[in-house]
Nanobody, 115 residues
């Protein structure tokens, strides 16, 4: 069974920055495209950024030029650098495979952007 642990969330003021990390308990991490997802209260979970095995990245429009996804395959770790945060970025953030089939979801990490 694969375990996912996200960390790095918290409270930040608008315009601030935050770096999220996600450790996956399997070396097959290397062979999968990975994504950061978020779920705001009352909304469905959405994919906000993804990174291919070779490193190509894609983002939804609302986070383009503010968020950067990266991966360290040697550490089975996924990162999300978030800059110029906005209140609408407030959500629980999760990572998982960017594929039709998913591993079991982790608990996520809460990001709250508020003054």
């Amino acid at each position: 069974q694969v375990h996912i642990v996200e960390s790095g969330g918290g409270l930040v003021q608008p315009g601030g920055s935050m770096r999220l990390s996600c450790v996956v308990s399997t070396n097959v991490f290397t062979f999968w495209p990975m994504g950061w997802f978020r779920q705001a209260q009352g909304n469905q979970r959405e994919l906000v950024a993804q990174i291919a095995t070779a490193g190509a990245t894609t983002y939804i429009d609302s986070v383009k030029d503010r968020f950067t996804i990266s991966r360290d395959n040697a550490k089975n770790t996924l990162y999300l650098q978030m800059n110029n945060l906005k209140p609408e970025d407030t959500a629980v953030y999760y990572c998982n495979r960017a594929a039709v089939t998913k591993w079991d979801w982790g608990q996520g990490t809460q990001v709250t952007v508020s003054s």
